[in-house]
């Protein structure tokens, strides 16, 4: 068993919950990040395996707020060791069908929260983890790199957080942090569940040759890998979790 302090952004539900739910497992005291999902995140921290666990609340695109809440969780975790970026939204806005005023807000929504509210929870992460060394993990996605048509902003941001995981797994290794970041593909949450509905649902899940999507668990076990001790060498990586959907 292990005793760091994570912090999860997006914490509240989906994959964000069930990597809370594994590092508490093993062990780790959890602050629960969310941006408006209050009862919810308070339920999931109340049940959370062990003690010693928070629930800490900002919008990422207010960089003022993104400080002052990681420092709060740094202070009621008693450090910070883990940062696992993982909030993210997704609207889709095809370039065809939008207007040039609602495709200048969805780039700005969504790089606010994907891109640059990760690099603001970075930085200020970073701040507590000098010293003592420690893990950022991202949760990127397959569209980094096979594309999302009707939601560019969206591939870009995660191909924007693949950058970033690796600029600062350069930057970072000489203060014993390590940087990395996952890229699933499809998963069985509560945002994918209404693309995953016939016929289209099937259509998903035939794109990996097991025939399904990923669980949430499966996600958040290879982030709980990369948060290990011996995943130093992993720095820098991007690992795809997507079944052979999509190789590169």
């Known amino acids: 068993m292990s005793d760091r302090a994570v912090l999860i952004t997006g914490a509240s539900r989906g994959i964000g919950r069930a990597i809370a739910v594994e590092f508490a497992a093993a062990g780790d005291r959890v602050a629960v990040h969310h941006r408006d999902s209050a009862e919810r995140a308070a339920s999931l921290a109340a049940r959370l395996p062990?003690?010693?666990?928070?629930?800490?609340?900002?919008?990422l695109t207010d960089a003022e707020a993104v400080r002052a809440m990681v420092d709060q969780a740094a202070s009621l975790l008693g450090g910070l060791d883990i940062l696992v970026n993982n909030a993210g939204v997704f609207t889709p806005h095809p370039i065809t069908d939008v207007s040039y005023s609602q495709w200048q807000d969805q780039w700005q929504a969504t790089l606010g929260v994907n891109l640059t509210g990760a690099a603001n929870v970075t930085w200020c992460a970073v701040q507590h983890m000098?010293?003592?060394?420690?893990?950022?993990?991202?949760?990127?996605?397959?569209?980094?790199?096979?594309?999302?048509?009707?939601?560019p902003a969206y591939g870009a941001s995660k191909a924007g957080l693949n950058s970033l995981a690796q600029s600062l797994a350069r930057a970072l290794a000489p203060h014993g942090i390590a940087v990395s970041a996952v890229a699933p593909g499809f998963v069985?949450?509560?945002?994918?569940?209404?693309?995953?509905?016939?016929?289209?649902?099937?259509?998903?899940?035939?794109?990996?040759?097991?025939?399904?999507?990923?669980?949430?668990?499966?996600?958040?076990?290879?982030?709980?890998?990369?948060?290990?001790?011996?995943?130093?060498?992993?720095?820098?990586?991007?690992?795809?979790?997507?079944?052979?959907?999509?190789?590169?």
């Open 50 to 59: 062990g003690d010693g666990h928070a629930v800490v609340q900002a919008d």
């Open 188 to 248: 069985a949450t509560d945002m994918a569940s209404e693309h995953l509905k016939p016929p289209r649902g099937d259509e998903i899940r035939a794109q990996s040759p097991f025939g399904r999507v990923a669980e949430p668990e499966e996600i958040a076990a290879a982030v709980l890998y990369l948060a290990s001790e011996r995943a130093e060498w992993a720095s820098g990586a991007v690992l795809d979790l997507n079944g052979a959907s999509y190789l590169r």
């Open 130 to 151: 000098k010293g003592r060394g420690g893990r950022i993990i991202n949760v990127s996605s397959r569209g980094a790199f096979r594309g999302e048509p009707n939601s």
